[in-house]
């Protein structure tokens, strides 16, 4: 073990901030992923470790170190870039065509996506019309499309929000839970809820919901209707049916997008139903103008147990 100093040079203090978070967080967590021990003072850090894990400091430190110039740095964010699922600037999608940057500015600043996945999610969105996002719990698969919708929304490219979401959770349906059709579907959309509160504001999501323009539908209530200049979103696909995703599908009219997320991997349904999110994998696969965003552990934007629990289960 050797001990080897990195020193930041021509920054300022705020860049040297955002660099190490709050209470060093940043840097804590770069020492216990690289299993080193580091010592950040001003602008040097000291770093305890063997030749080859310095250079992995110094390489993360680096990409740290951009997004910290913008001030854009969080522990998020570091922990995208120490799994080595952080990139910077252009990249391609599968067929070699150029990845469009997506910007989303919201009252809190602004989204963009932070690892390849979901900017090439996000990308898909803006140039498709139905778009589905599939991975793990914590990959951003809701969160993004939900800012999508805000700012479709906001610039008047769409008319309404309809956020949508199959009630099949722990055996419980709609006809069980007490209260009206808004009171027995909120529970199940309260991920959708969150994203929207925190980018427009709880008051602002509430008056746009009297004016309908933010729409809650039960996924059992969309059969016979054509949704038109719209931003649907059905969130949690995986507990559909293949009847259900046949029908919600073919609402989509002009003007629309539609984005279906979901985790094959969290199937609530009956024993012996088919996951309508699984079967439309197999049988859209080859259609042209849909898009299939694919998200991986590594795109956990959680706690870092998050990835390493998704990790465990896959292996069995």
């Known amino acids: 073990m050797t001990k080897n100093s990195i020193f930041i040079e021509e920054v300022g203090n705020d860049v040297l901030t955002n660099l190490y978070g709050n209470h060093d967080e940043n840097i804590k967590l770069l020492a216990k992923t690289t299993a080193t021990k580091i010592n950040a003072r001003g602008n040097q850090i000291q770093v305890e470790g063997s030749d080859e894990q310095f250079l992995h400091v110094q390489y993360?430190?680096?990409?740290?170190?951009?997004?910290?110039?913008?001030?854009?740095?969080?522990?998020?964010?570091?922990?995208?870039?120490?799994?080595?699922?952080?990139?910077?600037?252009?990249?391609?999608?599968?067929?070699?065509?150029?990845?469009?940057?997506?910007?989303?500015?919201?009252?809190?600043?602004?989204?963009?996506?932070?690892?390849?996945?979901?900017?090439?999610?996000?990308?898909?969105?803006?140039?498709?019309?139905?778009?589905?996002?599939?991975?793990?719990?914590?990959?951003?698969?809701?969160?993004?499309?939900?800012?999508?919708?805000?700012?479709?929304?906001?610039?008047?490219?769409?008319?309404r929000i309809i956020l949508v979401r199959p009630a099949v959770e722990a055996g419980e349906r709609l006809g069980f839970l007490p209260g009206d059709l808004s009171d027995k579907v909120d529970p199940y959309l309260r991920p959708l809820y969150d994203a929207l509160y925190e980018m427009l504001g709880v008051e602002k999501v509430e008056r746009m919901m009297e004016k309908n323009i933010i729409e809650v539908a039960p996924l059992a209530f969309m059969r016979g209707r054509t949704l038109n200049n719209a931003f649907v979103i059905l969130d949690e696909a995986q507990n559909t049916t293949v009847e259900q995703m046949k029908m919600f599908l073919t609402r989509t009219g002009f003007g629309t997008t539609v984005v279906i997320t979901g985790d094959v991997t969290q199937v609530d349904l009956r024993a012996g139903q088919t996951s309508g999110l699984k079967h439309a994998i197999e049988v859209l696969d080859n259609v042209k103008g849909l898009s299939f965003s694919w998200f991986q552990s590594k795109d956990v934007v959680r706690h870092n147990l998050v990835q390493k629990i998704i990790d465990a289960y896959d292996s069995k």
């Not at 997004?67 to 952080?86: D, F, K, V």
């Not at 600043?109 to 390849?116: D, N, Y």
């Not at 900017?119 to 991975?135: A, E, P, Q, S």
Request: proline share 2%; hydrophobic share 35%.
């Open 60 to 159: 993360c430190l680096r990409l740290m170190l951009e997004e910290a110039q913008a001030l854009s740095l969080n522990l998020e964010m570091t922990h995208i870039i120490l799994q080595g699922n952080y990139q910077n600037g252009e990249q391609q999608n599968s067929k070699g065509n150029e990845v469009q940057e997506v910007n989303i500015q919201t009252r809190k600043g602004v989204i963009t996506g932070r690892s390849p996945n979901q900017k090439l999610y996000l990308h898909n969105i803006v140039t498709h019309d139905i778009n589905f996002g599939i991975g793990p719990a914590g990959t951003g698969k809701t969160y993004l499309a939900v800012a999508c919708a805000v700012e479709a929304i906001l610039n008047q490219e769409v008319q």
